[in-house]
């Protein structure tokens, strides 16, 4: 089996206002990053729009109608101070979402042992009714449920090392016992949730927050002391990895000073959480990172990592 990588020509459709953050060069320049030679070995397949049934998942009916209908004709329609709409970014959002449950599939079925989904827009701020954060659907969470209600899975871990707090995949996961979510980010940051005394309704929600500052060692030391042993403990059956790259040092939107080799770090210690008890089954889907040369080498890292568990 090997690592599968999942891509959407989608995802370059989607646009965003001139000098957005969230913007058509991230996605080219990580396309091109794992065009190079060493990432040849990779298996790679185009991602599906999601059917509504796997939308639905996680959000209702009536929201995913205020999408279809926002979305505008041409030009450029804001949702929020933050999130916008082209003509193609239903479409790119469904891309998105139907990458990783593509993902999901393809490491329970076996036809891969790991999989990255590089698609656009990110997903971890959107709430079941509420389009937040450059996010319009929650990839993350509809893929954990997939797992859950389509495979019968009755583990998953979601593990998200963003800078900004996966509010969204949080409120969409609350009220999930066969889910744990772990998440590092900085605090204070927006969008201002991720306290450590949010627990979930069944304490299945840890939250590390991150001071301003923080490196490379105050990230290692906190996942070694509180997430990753209370992960290990839940024994995932699957883990799904929303991967933010910026709490890279160069991102411009936030104040961590994290590295590639951080994020090859945590990236090695999931991997392993998911070889002792998940057969190695690990779906990572694209979110935060807006330095373009600083997010194509933590996703290079990224990947490059999920490639030495793909034996």
Not at 151 to 160: C, E, I, K, Y
Request: hydrophobic share 45%; aromatic share 6%.
């Amino acid at each position: 089996m090997t690592t599968l990588l999942i891509t959407s020509p989608e995802s370059r459709r989607h646009q965003t206002p001139p000098g957005h953050p969230e913007c058509v060069a991230r996605i080219e320049a990580v396309e091109a990053a794992l065009d190079a030679p060493e990432f040849a070995a990779l298996a790679r397949e185009t991602a599906p729009l999601a059917p509504e049934a796997e939308i639905l998942r996680c959000h209702p009916a009536s929201y995913i109608a205020a999408l279809h209908e926002a979305t505008p004709e041409s030009g450029i329609v804001a949702l929020d101070a933050d999130t916008h709409m082209s003509p193609a970014s239903f479409d790119a959002a469904l891309a998105a979402a139907g990458a990783a449950v593509r993902a999901v599939d393809a490491v329970i079925e076996g036809r891969a042992r790991n999989a990255f989904c590089a698609t656009r827009p990110p997903g971890h701020h959107a709430e079941a009714a509420r389009p937040m954060g450059f996010c319009l659907f929650g990839n993350a969470a509809i893929a954990a449920k997939h797992a859950l209600d389509h495979h019968g899975l009755v583990r998953v871990a979601v593990v998200d090392f963003d800078v900004h707090h996966g509010n969204g995949t949080q409120a969409l996961l609350w009220d999930e016992p066969r889910v744990r979510f772990a998440s590092s980010h900085q605090m204070p940051l927006w969008p201002g949730s991720g306290h450590a005394d949010e627990r979930g309704a069944h304490d299945n929600i840890r939250n590390l927050p991150l001071q301003p500052g923080t490196g490379g060692t105050g990230f290692r030391e906190l996942w070694e002391a509180d997430a990753l042993p209370w992960l290990d403990a839940f024994a995932p059956e699957l883990v799904i990895v929303s991967a933010g790259f910026d709490a890279h040092h160069a991102d411009p939107l936030a104040q961590l000073e994290l590295d590639e080799q951080d994020f090859a770090w945590i990236t090695r210690r999931l991997s392993d959480l998911a070889v002792r008890h998940a057969k190695g089954r690990l779906v990572s889907v694209l979110e935060g990172g807006y330095d373009v040369d600083a997010l194509a080498q933590s996703v290079a890292a990224h990947v490059r990592v999920l490639m030495e568990h793909d034996a």
